[in-house]
């Protein structure tokens, strides 16, 4: 069984109730809900966290390595000047797709630079909560074609 971390960072555990005209309106817990359930669906095993703290989401991708097939990662605004979060990102060398709910690019300028981009196989920005399932599809069909 292929096993994922699903990693949010901060302020996502205000889905739903953040900003929902840029965010929209299913919730963090909805979110969740629907990714357990989906991920059994693709016979997959995940873990979920959430942390507003860098050192907690490096300590959760560090983890990671000792179980892990892959990782999903929303670092929220850490996207933009975690080198932190992308050097542990290198240092534990699983597949990783970045995921943003939001068309970063049709925001601020500011948000447009991703500092974990270069380490990660790939990113899916603007499709809202489907972002995830689209990476979680993603990584499964990567772990396989490596076990090939």
Known sequence: MIRCLILHGPNL???????????????????????????????????????????????????????????????????HYSYAIRDALAAVRLPAIEVHVSNVHAREEWRRHSVVAPVCVGQIIGLGPRGYRIALEAIKEIVEESHR
């Open 13 to 79: 555990n205000l889905l739903g109730t953040r900003e929902p005209e840029v965010y929209g309106k299913t919730t963090f817990d909805d979110l969740n809900r629907r990714l357990k359930e989906f991920a059994r669906d693709l016979g997959m095993e995940i873990r979920i966290i959430q942390s507003n703290s860098e050192g907690q989401l490096i300590d959760a991708i560090h983890d990671a390595m000792t179980w892990a097939d892959g990782i999903v990662i929303n670092p929220g605004a850490y996207t």
